[in-house]
């Protein structure tokens, strides 16, 4: 990966965040990309960058996520990765009850986070996600703050994974 031009670099895995090419980029350019072999070693350098970035870079990373079985992945317009992981977990063929159940859970996340709900899907069926998602409702701000970034971090690692 050493021999990307950044533009070749950033293109390829300035999706790997949602809609956060930032991180591809200033990866780059602080070259934390030099040492790394395949897609997957970019997570660490990924990672660290994020959580350097402190509190402000961090919720506007948070709050670029779509709701799970929302508004955007009915209309159809999720990022590619998006669509073909919340697919993945079956959250395209909700039970109008499961619908109602997101929806539901999705707006009093929202409301007391203000952020979305995030969860890397990957490997987890409908009834796991909801049962997720009712069990970090009650958590407090900075719990659910830091179990969003770990989460945000886990779909990076499984969408570079699938790069290598």
Avoid at 121 to 138: D, Q, S, T, Y
Wanted: with cysteine; proline share 5%; charged share 25%.
């Amino acid at each position: 990966m050493k021999h990307l031009t950044r533009t070749e670099f950033v293109n390829r895995f300035g999706r790997v965040y949602e809609h956060s090419r930032w991180i591809a980029e200033k990866c780059f350019d602080q070259n934390g990309h030099i040492t790394c072999q395949i897609p997957s070693d970019l997570a660490g350098p990924f990672s660290l960058l994020i959580e350097a970035a402190g509190p402000e870079p961090q919720l506007i990373l948070l709050r670029a996520h779509p709701d799970l079985a929302g508004k955007l992945a009915q209309s159809g317009t999720l990022t590619h990765e998006s669509t073909s992981e919340q697919a993945g977990a079956g959250l395209d063929h909700c039970t109008p009850a499961e619908f109602t159940e997101f929806t539901d859970l999705n707006t009093k996340y929202r409301e007391k986070f203000a952020f979305p709900f995030i969860l890397a899907v990957k490997g987890r069926n409908r009834r796991e996600i909801l049962e997720n998602f009712r069990a970090r409702l009650p958590n407090d701000m900075a719990t659910e703050f830091r179990e969003a970034l770990n989460q945000v971090h886990q779909i990076a690692r499984l969408r570079l994974v699938a790069l290598d």
